[in-house]
């Protein structure tokens, strides 16, 4: 198989963008550099009475993502892919758009004659191996509304009988330069004329948003249900795209007598996208894991697109202070992605690690919440993520001196899961060298 391209090129805002959402939700932003994050441990001789042990219990689990808030985000995703470990994943997103100036001049509007009708995406990466693919395009039934809030889960009604594209196509992102001033790479399909001289009429009436919309409620961009289906496994690709690009855009090209001309109508900021996420993990290893949480011995598995997660406890904490108070120095989370299994499908470059609350939510652990600390979660060269968890850990062993047991467990996650495809298969608790790691240095005081 053709080594798997993942091009996104996400700046760290984005990473702090899809964590606030998760926090908000309840289920890096800047981050300073820490020389210490990743390096071995205090040695003993340099720390009188420093105590250092990574023999924790760990238990942890493979669970599934319900579904991640998906409106406005920064990417549009689509396309579907079968992967031999984690099943059919499938991305499709719904858009509205509006005409893109204020006033229009079509000339003698009864005489005007539809010559096509493009839409236009332009490309920001792409996950998977890029391969003929079957898009559909369709024209929605049901408004979206700019001030709810909409999850990957959310499926919007289609006019049933409107079909407005119906394409095979073979894209070919290449990741080019773009000199400034030029086109953008792009995705282009063909759209029905009959749509296309239905904006325009409605333009020539009014180019008012609020009223545009209401009769174009938006289109919702899939992967064919035929394709899907057929597809088989190591085939197929998630691209990503970039709606508030002015080259993302449908374009209307039309002939009045003898004058030809285009206009183009846009996904505008204030205007609403929301990404949908489908997953098929029926017959794969993944499935098993959901199913069996003794799996997580040998092997865990990350998927974004709100695909899966990884819960986590270290059940036996409070032995640290069974002889009394403790400092804690040190504390380090490490998970090892496992051998061979990124050749294919490269893992994601950067997880997030949530703290899980007496309630069952989710929220930042202390050591996260300091703009100062670099608290990990980077993919480093030695395949691994680690995390800083010193102030946490600090947190719980307190808790236990008090009397009080806040240790009700972690989930490994992708803060960017509504616009991250990447998935990851790293080492169980069990799995010998690289197998999940709780290493903590700690003086009894």
Not at 429 to 435: K, L, M, S
């Amino acid at each position: 198989m053709t080594k798997t391209r993942f091009r996104l090129n996400i700046e760290k805002r984005f990473h702090l963008y899809g964590a606030a959402l998760f926090l908000c939700l309840a289920f890096n932003g800047c981050k300073k550099n820490e020389d210490t994050l990743g390096l071995g441990l205090y040695p003993e001789e340099d720390q009188l009475g420093l105590i250092t042990t990574d023999t924790f219990t760990i238990y942890a689990s493979t669970v599934s993502v319900d579904s991640v808030l998906s409106d406005d985000l920064p990417y549009a995703l689509l396309g579907s892919y079968v992967d031999p470990v984690f099943g059919k994943a499938s991305s499709s997103f719904s858009a509205q758009f509006q005409p893109s100036t204020a006033t229009v001049e079509f000339g003698e509007i009864s005489t005007l004659v539809i010559d096509s009708v493009n839409l236009s995406l332009v490309y920001l990466g792409y996950y998977g191996e890029q391969s003929l693919h079957q898009f559909t395009v369709n024209e929605l039934s049901e408004d979206i509304y700019k001030d709810s809030l909409y999850f990957s889960n959310r499926i919007f009604s289609k006019k049933p009988t409107n079909i407005l594209s119906q394409s095979v196509y073979l894209p070919n992102y290449t990741n080019k330069n773009i000199i400034a001033g030029e086109e953008p790479e792009q995705l282009k399909l063909k759209l029905d004329n009959e749509f296309g001289k239905r904006l325009i009429d409605q333009a020539y009436v009014s180019t008012d948003r609020d009223e545009f919309v209401e009769l174009f409620k938006g289109i919702n961009v899939a992967s064919a249900d035929v394709f899907i289906n057929a597809q088989t496994e190591g085939n197929g690709t998630i691209w990503s795209f970039d709606l508030a690009n002015a080259f993302s855009k449908i374009t209307v090209y039309y002939n009045n007598d003898t004058i030809k001309s285009s206009y183009d109508f846009v996904f505008s900021e204030g205007l609403t996208k929301v990404n949908h996420f489908e997953h098929n993990y029926s017959g794969s290893d993944v499935e098993a894991a959901l199913n069996d949480s003794s799996v997580g011995q040998t092997s865990l598995y990350m998927q974004g697109m709100s695909g899966v997660a990884i819960d986590l406890k270290a059940p036996y904490l409070s032995g640290i202070v069974s002889n009394g108070s403790v400092s804690i120095n040190k504390a380090e989370l490490v998970f090892t992605v496992e051998d061979g299994t990124d050749d294919d499908y490269i893992a994601e470059r950067d997880y997030f690690l949530a703290v899980k609350t007496e309630t069952g939510s989710f929220t930042f652990t202390v050591d996260a919440t300091d703009s100062q600390l670099n608290a990990g979660g980077d993919l480093n060269t030695e395949n691994e993520y680690r995390f800083l968890i010193n102030r946490d850990l600090q947190y719980l062993v307190n808790g236990f001196v008090d009397g009080n047991d806040y240790n009700f467990g972690y989930r490994l996650m992708n803060a960017s899961s509504g616009i991250q495809s990447a998935r990851t298969i790293l080492k169980g608790t069990d799995a010998g060298i690289g197998e999940v790691k709780l290493i903590v240095s700690y003086t009894p005081i």
